[in-house]
C-alpha cells in the first residue's frame, strides 16, 4: 500500500458520518460497517486526487478500483482499452446500474493540502475524484448485503473514463455492453453550493446539450478605405456575433433553454486592411432534446442567412458534444424517497438546472435513470471554490453520505416493479 492510500487519523478526517437524525439505518448492519471503513475511503479519494489521469488514460485509477472490487470477492471487468470497468453485483435478469467518471482536468491543482496532485496540470477540479469512492463505496456495501443474502436483484458499477473530453467515453462504454439488461441508471455529481449532508433532486431538465459551431469567413480582403470593393469580413463577423443568436432566440420555443455564446474570435492583424480571413468560435447548450435535435440544421442556416448579404464565403463546421440530461420522472422520484431515507427528508432539495454539459446523458438515451447532486461544501463556509476551479476540494463528510444515498437508492429500485 502506498503513502498516499495510509488511512488519515480521525484528527484529519473529524468523525464519519452516520445516520443523520431521521434517517433510516442501513440494512445489515451496513451502519457499522461503514464507519469503520470510513477513513479508508477516504485514503482512497485522496489517493486518487493525489495520482489524476487524464481523459483516455485512467489506467492506475481503474487498476485501483479493480484490485478493491476484487478484494471484496467480487468480479470486475476492466474495459476493452483497461481505463475503466464494470462490475456485476447480485444476481437476476433485471440490472440497476450506477455510473461513476474516472478523468481529471488539465488544470494546475493550487490547494496546500497534503493530498494535492502530483501530477502536473492535472487535477481533480471536478470531483471525479469524490464520484469514483463513492460509487467504489456502494459497491463493497453491496457485498456485504450479498454476502448476507440480502441483496434482492443485480447491480451493475459503471466506471467511465473520458467524462472531461469530446468526443467523450459514455458512448464506448454503452457500446461496449455496460447497458445490456439495465432497467434503470443513477449517478451523482459533487455540488459545492450545498453544504455535505444535502442532495439535490430534481425530475426533467437537469443539464443542458452542449455542443460548439466555429464559423470560418473568407474573401479577396482589401483596404479599409475601400470596403465596398470587397468582403468586409470583420463586419460580417460582427452580424455572426450579434445576428445569429438574436435570430435564433427568435426561432426555438424560449421554453427550450437555448443558449448561443460566442468564445473566441480571430480576424486581421492590421488596423488599415480588411483580413481575408476570419473565424468566430462558441457553444450552443439546449434543454429541450427535440430542439437539440434540430440545432445543427437551423443553426447553419441562419448563418449562412446572415453572411449570404455580406459577399463572404462562409463554412460552418458544427460539432455534436452532449445531449441534455432529463431525468426520468420514476427514476428521479426512486432516488428522491432513498435520498431521503438515506439522510432524512429535510436534507433532500430541488436541485436547481445547470447549463453545463455531462455525459451521462447519453445513458439516458437508452434507460431511465437520474442524476442529483451531492452536497460537498463545508457547512458555515460563505465562499467555495467551484467546480473546475484549481482550488476545488470538497468536505470529505460527502462521501459517506453519498455511499448511504446510493446504497438506500440500489435497494429502493430493485425492490420497485416501475423499471
Not at 478500483?65 to 467480487?74: K, Q
Not at 459533487?190 to 474573401?219: H, I, K, M, N, W
Not at 443558449?259 to 480588411?274: D, E, H, K, L, P
Not at 446572415?306 to 420522472?329: F, L, M, Q, S
Request: net charge negative.
Amino acid at each position: 500500500m502506498t503513502s498516499a492510500l495510509t488511512v488519515p487519523d480521525s484528527s484529519q478526517l473529524g468523525p464519519f458520518p452516520g445516520p443523520p437524525p431521521g434517517a433510516d439505518p442501513l440494512p445489515g448492519q451496513l451502519d457499522r460497517w461503514l464507519a469503520s471503513r470510513g477513513a479508508e475511503l477516504v485514503a482512497i479519494r485522496r489517493h486518487i486526487h493525489a495520482h489524476p489521469e487524464p481523459s483516455h488514460a485512467e489506467f492506475e485509477t481503474a487498476a485501483l478500483v479493480a484490485r478493491e472490487l476484487a478484494v471484496a470477492g467480487l468480479s470486475p471487468q476492466l474495459l476493452p482499452k483497461g481505463n475503466g470497468l464494470i462490475c456485476d453485483i447480485g444476481e437476476g435478469d433485471r440490472v440497476i446500474a450506477f455510473r461513476a467518471d474516472l478523468d481529471a482536468l488539465p488544470l494546475q491543482d493550487t490547494k496546500d493540502v497534503p493530498y494535492r496532485s502530483t501530477v502536473e496540470r492535472v487535477a481533480h477540479a471536478c470531483g471525479h475524484d469524490v464520484h469514483t469512492t463513492v460509487l467504489l463505496g456502494l459497491g463493497l456495501a453491496l457485498a456485504q448485503l450479498n454476502e448476507q443474502g440480502e441483496l434482492p436483484g443485480r447491480v451493475r458499477l459503471i466506471f467511465q473514463p473520458a467524462e472531461e473530453c469530446v468526443p467523450s467515453g459514455a458512448p464506448e462504454v454503452i457500446a461496449s455492453g455496460a447497458l445490456k439488461d439495465v432497467a434503470a441508471i443513477y449517478a451523482l455529481h459533487c455540488y459545492p453550493q450545498l453544504p455535505a449532508g444535502l442532495v439535490g433532486v430534481r425530475s426533467g431538465p437537469f443539464t443542458a446539450a452542449a455542443d460548439t459551431v466555429e464559423v470560418c469567413l473568407s474573401g479577396p480582403g482589401g483596404h479599409t478605405a475601400r470596403p465596398h470593393l470587397t468582403a468586409d469580413l470583420v463586419h460580417a463577423l460582427g452580424r455572426v456575433i450579434v445576428d445569429v443568436p438574436a435570430l435564433l432566440d427568435r426561432r426555438v420555443d424560449p421554453r427550450a433553454g437555448v443558449s448561443m455564446v460566442w468564445g473566441a474570435v480571430r480576424a486581421g492583424q492590421a488596423f488599415n486592411a480588411i483580413p481575408g480571413e476570419g473565424s468566430v468560435l462558441g457553444t450552443v447548450r439546449i434543454l429541450n432534446r427535440e430542439a437539440w435535435r434540430e440545432a445543427p440544421e437551423l443553426i447553419t442556416k441562419l448563418i449562412h442567412d446572415v453572411v449570404a448579404a455580406t459577399g463572404a464565403e462562409v463554412e460552418v463546421k458544427y460539432n455534436r458534444g452532449v445531449p441534455p440530461v432529463i431525468n426520468d420522472r420514476m427514476a428521479a422520484a426512486v432516488i428522491a424517497g432513498a435520498a431521503g431515507a438515506a439522510l432524512g427528508p429535510d436534507r433532500v432539495v430541488e436541485a436547481e438546472i445547470s447549463m453545463g454539459g455531462e455525459d451521462f446523458a447519453f445513458y439516458l438515451e437508452d434507460v431511465p435513470g437520474a442524476m442529483i447532486r451531492l452536497g460537498t461544501g463545508s457547512p458555515g463556509q460563505d465562499v467555495h471554490a467551484d467546480l473546475h476551479q484549481s482550488n476545488f476540494d470538497v468536505d470529505e463528510r460527502c462521501i459517506g453520505y453519498g455511499v448511504r444515498v446510493m446504497v438506500h437508492t440500489a435497494l429502493a429500485a430493485l425492490s420497485t416493479g416501475a423499471f
